[in-house]
């Protein structure tokens, strides 16, 4: 079994910045991509930023791309998110994906994903 465990999360204003964190615990073998989601309210959860295990290729939502950057520490076992630039459209809750196949080139979907982490509340006021 997966833990995903997130931290980072809270409040800041626009166009500040925040790091989200993500330990991953158990059998991290069967990990081959991680990624980043989030869900605003009424809205349906998206992808925003996935990683290959192991690699460098990452993958961005177009509405975070130049403002967000995905990267892991093997060493540590833990995921993190650097958002910059930091929009009221950001806000929602984040959640940690781990997926158990490579993500290749495109942004993971919901459905694909094997482990989800309880989530960290992002707020960006204006």
């Known amino acids: 079994q997966v833990r995903l465990v997130e931290s980072g999360g809270g409040s800041v204003q626009a166009g500040g910045s925040m790091r989200l964190s993500c330990a991953a615990s158990?059998?991290?073998?069967?990990?081959?991509?991680m990624a980043w989601f989030r869900q605003a309210p009424g809205k349906e959860r998206e992808g925003v930023a996935s990683i290959n295990i192991g690699g460098d290729s990452t993958v961005y939502a177009d509405s975070v791309k130049g403002r967000f950057t995905v990267s892991q520490d093997n060493a540590k076992n833990t995921l993190y998110l650097q958002m910059n630039s930091l929009k009221p459209e950001d806000t929602g809750m984040y959640y940690c994906?781990?997926?158990?196949?490579?993500?290749?080139?495109?942004?993971?979907?919901?459905?694909?994903?094997?482990?989800w982490g309880q989530g960290t509340q992002v707020t960006v006021s204006s």
């Open positions: 158990g059998y991290r073998d069967s990990i081959y991509c």
């Open positions: 994906a781990a997926h158990w196949r490579s993500c290749g080139w495109r942004l993971p979907f919901s459905y694909d994903i094997d482990n």
